[in-house]
């Protein structure tokens, strides 16, 4: 017979629960619509509350030119404005676009940054294009690169600081670019990292003391493994060089935040484990006494696969992680997978967003504005429809939760297990199941409840208080 041992976690101030909403469908085409590469901000929500969506499409029916850009928003009170090709004035220039990323400013204006090139493969140049409330999308895209098209540019990615300075970063060659807008002015771009060593996938974030924080990947000295690499401009001065990973082995798709409340940047990314080569997602903060121990996000012990993911932090001081990888739930088939930094600096184990057939990649996440400032967006490129479509949720926090030191063997919270079910003297409330990996396992209502489903193991419940939701530990034994 199995023991069923119950810990209690009661109402606090301590990890904040996210509620995940039903995922949406946003596309429904017969081509594919793709929310890659790297780590670029895909979603934004304006101070009004309009989400805005961008990504691009691989339709054939455009012809020679079938990379473009596409775009839509939501409005509050209307919902889903239709699928719009912003990328339509290079489109009839015979150039292709793609990889594009997102950046809003305090007056609800959208920057859309992007590569362009003649061919699929090719991206000659980096473009921006402007959204604004009052008049929409600008009619002509702006070119932002200036050398030759001969040197190859890729991963163009954009932020917006409080000052109101537009920053854009990419990769030209083997050098990572800078170029920032100053009030209606755009400075000449600069090289903040060069030389001949391999880098990828730059991220950049700005910080609520308009500090810019600059992440990618890549090598440098001797070593054959790929690290993390991160700088920061303070004033109009660029610092030194950090090794963020220090890993033994592959370190890469780099994602960054600052977050509002203390200005640190927090970085994550995918790292191959030292000794089994397992991929898992893991996160790093500074402050000003330097770079803190990682923490494995999606669970040190965890023997499978993870892939690349985002990285948010919200006016609360919470910070978001999201990415896609498998679990016992879900083996072979990637999930979107979530977990959030409480303002404690301890990471909730993460939990599955989707639970679903195909597979799912390249989520990207957004906060929510000053109305909702513990709200969270998210996008991704999702595979269940048997095309690339993309899919969308959102999440809201629930009431804190922290762990109280109750002894399980006391009248008050001992639970047993009778015959495949159990029946508790707590009185826990109606709730959801999880598993350890944060998959969905089955929902338990109040007094006996038939599990032969359960596996010795640990196990969360989220019950369905309305106005706190408590959290129990359960680990079944033998």
Same mark, same amino acid.
């Given at each position: ?219 440098? @000295? ?7 690499? &991160?700088? %920061?401009? !303070? #004033?109009?001065?660029? +610092?030194?060089? =950090? ?124 906060? @929510? ?7 969270? &967006?998210? %996008?991704? !490129? #999702?595979?269940?429809? +048997?095309?690339? =479509? ?89």
């Amino acid at each position: 017979m199995k023991k069923l041992v119950l810990s209690l976690i009661i109402a606090g101030a301590g990890l904040l629960a996210t509620e995940w909403q039903p995922e949406i469908r946003l596309t429904n085409n017969n081509y594919s619509d793709y929310s890659y590469w790297s780590t670029q901000r895909r979603i934004v929500v304006d101070p009004a509350g309009r989400i805005h969506v961008a990504w691009y499409v691989m339709n054939s029916g455009l012809g020679t030119y079938r990379f473009q850009i596409y775009y839509k928003r939501w409005e509050p009170g209307s919902g889903w404005t239709p699928d719009t090709m912003i990328s339509a004035d290079l489109y009839n220039q015979n150039l292709n676009s793609k990889h594009v990323s997102l950046a809003c400013d305090s007056a609800g204006r959208i920057y859309a940054v992007w590569t362009s090139g003649p061919d699929d493969v090719t991206d000659d140049y980096i473009y921006l294009k402007t959204w604004s409330p009052e008049s929409g999308w600008d009619q002509n895209s702006r070119l932002l690169s200036v050398s030759a098209p001969t040197v190859t540019k890729e991963c163009a990615t954009v932020t917006v600081t409080p000052d109101q300075h537009v920053h854009v970063v990419w990769l030209e060659g083997t050098a990572i670019v800078h170029r920032e807008k100053v009030d209606t002015l755009w400075r000449l771009p600069v090289v903040i990292e060069g030389g001949s060593n391999y880098k990828a996938y730059p991220a950049v974030a700005g910080g609520p003391d308009n500090r810019v924080h600059v992440i990618w990947y890549g090598r440098e @000295g001797t070593s054959g493994y790929y690290d993390v690499f &991160y700088k %920061v401009r !303070t #004033d109009t001065v660029w +610092g030194p060089t =950090e090794d963020v990973s220090q890993g033994e082995r592959h370190q890469m798709y780099p994602s960054i935040a600052v977050s509002p409340v203390t200005g640190c940047p927090h970085v994550l990314w995918q790292c191959y484990g030292a000794q089994d080569l397992v991929r898992r997602i893991v996160h790093r903060w500074r402050n000003q006494s330097g770079w803190q121990p990682a923490d494995t996000v999606s669970g040190f012990g965890d023997t499978l696969d993870q892939e690349p993911g985002q990285i948010i932090a919200t006016l609360d001081g919470r910070v978001h992680a999201i990415w896609s990888g498998r679990t016992a739930g879900s083996p072979v088939i990637p999930q979107i997978r979530y977990a959030e930094r409480s303002t404690n600096g301890v990471w909730c184990p993460p939990v599955n967003v989707t639970d679903t057939v195909n597979t799912r990649e390249r989520p990207s996440i957004a906060s @929510g504005n000053a109305e909702v400032p513990g709200n969270v &967006y998210a %996008v991704w !490129t #999702d595979y269940r429809d +048997g095309n690339a =479509e993309i899919y969308y949720a959102w999440a809201t926090p629930a009431q804190g939760w922290e762990e109280s030191s109750v002894d399980p063997e006391s009248e008050k919270c001992r639970a047993t297990l009778v015959r495949k079910g159990f029946e508790s003297c707590v009185e826990v409330g109606p709730g959801v199941l999880f598993d350890i990996t944060g998959s969905r396992v089955g929902r338990l209502e109040p007094g006996r409840n038939g599990v032969p489903q359960l596996t010795p193991g640990v196990y969360f419940l989220f019950s369905d208080r309305v106005s706190k939701q408590a959290v129990h530990r359960l680990v079944v034994v033998r």
